[in-house]
């Protein structure tokens, strides 16, 4: 099983450049959310989706887009980059609510030059 | 105040010893608690839920205290491989779980 696949690994952008991290889930989990963590900080949420179709924001959603198209995938895009948003990016899922165990992607490094 | 608290440490132990450390949660309708453990630069892997009983699994043991909200990990019998940050996790069941920062221990041999 391949579990929660993140792409890509690595990436730098420029300030003012947009890009997408892609989050695919193979469990058929309902429940897919997008945390970012940045040193002494504790990972904070930044969009989450219950459900194909529904999304909602989380703690820290400014400067974030996601869509839920499919139960599989959950995307996010990042609209205008800036340092600020120099982190690491982790997809998670789970099969309820979150009350379950999330299984989180591997991890998304971006630096925002 | 933050959500979850944790000391940072770092914890630093010989192989063998015990080690045990807290978390605090500031939200008294939290309903789920976890510890998940997290390698350098790698992504956070569950470690254990913590039930209101308490629980152990082999070396590990949960504690969870609702009256002075906090819950505990104790480590028995180190290993070198324990070494990791362990970060505690509250869930108010409204979709939005709560990570602390996590608390780092060094198992040294």
């Known amino acids: 099983n391949a579990g929660v696949t993140q ?7 420029k300030t003012g450049q947009s890009m997408t991290l892609q989050c ?20 904070r949420l930044i969009h989450y ?65 | 105040r933050k959500e979850v608290e944790q000391d940072p440490g770092p914890f630093n132990v010989p192989e063998g010893a015990t080690v045990a450390f807290n978390c605090t949660y500031s939200n008294s309708a939290s309903q789920s608690f976890f510890w998940y453990r997290q390698d350098c630069r790698k992504e956070p892997k569950l470690l254990m839920s913590v039930y209101s009983s308490g629980n152990e699994d082999g070396r590990f043991t949960a504690q969870l205290n609702r009256a002075s909200q906090y819950i505990s990990l104790l480590i028995r019998d180190s290993k070198l491989s324990d070494s990791a940050t362990y970060l505690c996790v509250v869930n108010r069941n409204d979709y939005k779980l709560s990570f602390g920062a996590g608390t780092t221990v060094t198992v040294r041999a």
Request: overall charge negative; charged content about 15%.
């Open chain 1, 7 to 13: 792409t890509p690994k690595f990436q730098v952008l």
């Open chain 1, 24 to 43: 695919a889930q193979d469990m058929n989990h309902e429940y897919m959310s997008w945390y970012r963590q940045d040193p002494g900080m504790g990972l």
């Open chain 1, 49 to 113: 989706s219950v459900g194909a179709g529904i999304t909602d924001q989380g703690e820290v959603p400014n400067g974030y887009n996601v869509s839920r198209s499919t139960t599989e995938d959950f995307p996010l895009r990042l609209l205008s980059a800036a340092p600020s948003q120099t982190s690491v990016y982790f997809c998670a899922s789970s099969y309820t609510n979150g009350a379950n165990v999330l299984t989180f992607g591997a991890g998304s490094r971006l630096t925002v030059l």
